[in-house]
């Protein structure tokens, strides 16, 4: 009966512990909170850039065309130059962003629209998929044509980082995040 | 004690929902189910690839190149695609891995399509069944930068044996993006579904085509033999594109193209224009014109005009389609004229629940022909409705089921009927 009765009344000490306790809690999990936070949002604000060989003879390209280049509607840069689609593996960031906003479609509607594509003899090879943002910067830099989302931060010099809507990676407005 | 857990849980749940709320207002990053065993499957794809070309290269005479990960014969390589002697060894993949993004010719590409079949109607006189559908290959292979191979060849049951044909088989010249020149046999480019859904049922909707387009239907030629043009227009926000073709046109049997050759001494020609807007992104505007000249007996001409539009919303919240056609022939000896129309409504919606697999659709479908029209003489009058639902079981095998009620010809009763398919692509 006493335990019951110091549980529903507890004794000024006991509150005082609990509160004491309470209090390094909160300030705990706000210490977490103000340090996880920012690095929650830095894995999803960070742009994505769009990446090209040095070569490519493009500067910036609207949100539209960027689709019309990734839905495998426009194939060349120039006559001698084909388009080389470069896209990250399932699961990657870079493939969320790329679906969500360029294609609009999900993971089983982009690969039912490129059997289709190359179905219809409109394409005849499908997007190359890359495994990292290192492959694909290699890559990138390393064939003729090829274009590639990578994270901003992970853009390593020598590729050519295009402007989307007259914006680049980390300006405001950037389409791409 | 009971306090200090509360406070615990409390401080547990409130970390992590107030972390939860962060990827809420950016894009989702947490990968689905599906999407990890994929990406499982394709490391583990991936690690068998890479044992593999090990073990061959362990077994191959010192010096002697690689083969080829994907199909057939003896690559080669654009030497442009190999990395320069800078590549870093720092970076997290091996050259086999570059080599596979190179391109290599020729690089055959080989996709199947199949279906199984059940059908059961009122009609009187017919049978409820199962049946195999088509099987149908198709073949893909870039030879060089500029110039590529398609294929499709089906393979289709017949009461005593299988029924080979060759659907399409296309070589084509990329000059640029505005000006693409193939040769070889085609799928006319009249309308919308002609060309967009050939004879893989797994991707198309529903279950059959319309009626208007049906393989082995005379009312619009399916099949075209011969030259084509085609590419984008520049026209900016409007996203044109064309197709224009010279070819055979339709044999004596009407419903074949000239594979062998021409019927007549006269070329068929079709012209195809469509939009692609980039303001509304999934919509497709189309008008096509197909002129021929018909020799379905020896001596007995007609001229053949078909005109055709077609709007279609290719997302599938919700997916539409719409297409409509007339036929004009003209007896070229009594100049006598008939005209005939035809049309299909579909529409259809990606339900959100369950992973998007569920996607029920309706389809309206009509043909009008004059009943003395002597060169459509199988085609029938035809108002129909199409009740159906697909459920995709994966991302390459898709079940459907559908309810028809339809009337063929003028006068006659209405048939109902219940359909069901697996349609898939391997």
Known sequence: MGHFSRLRLPSDTHMTTHWKFASRALALSCLCLTLLQPLAAQRHDVDVAVVVHPDTPITNLSMSEVRKVFLGDRQYWSPNIPVVLLIRAPVARERDVVLKVIYQMSEAQFKQYWIAKIF?????????????????????????GAIAFIDSKDVKPGAKVLRVEGRLPGEAGYPLR | MGSRCLLSLLFALTTSMLLAQSPASAPPTEPTLQSLLDRIQQLENRINQLEDRERRQEAAPAGTPLAPETTTPAPVTTPAAVPGPTASHEDHFSTGEIRDTERRFPSLQIRGFGDVDFSATDQKGSVSGFNLGQLVLHLASPLSEKVSYFGEISFTAQPTSYELSVERSIIRYDYNDYFKLSFGKYHTPLGYWNTAFHHGAWLQTTITRPEMIQFGGTFIPTHFVGVEAEGNIPSGGLGLGYNVGLGNGRSSILSKSGDSGDSNDNRSWVANLYARPTRFYGLQLGASVYRDKLTPQPGRNFEEWITAADVVWTKEKPEFLAEYANVHHRDVLTLNTWD???????????????????????RYEYIHKPEDDPTLVNVLDLSGSTFGVRYDITNYAAFKGEYRNSRHGVNEPRVNGAFFQTAFTF
Not at chain 1, 120 to 143: C, F, G, W
Not at chain 2, 340 to 362: D, G, I, M, N
């Open chain 1, 120 to 144: 219809r003899a409109e394409s005849a090879t499908a997007p190359k998929v890359v495994y990292s943002n290192d492959m694909a910067n290699q890559l990138v830099t390393a064939i003729p």
């Open chain 2, 340 to 362: 005939s129309q035809a049309f299909y409504v579909q529409l259809a919606y990606r339900l959100p629940w369950q992973q998007s697999k569920w996607k029920p659709y309706y």
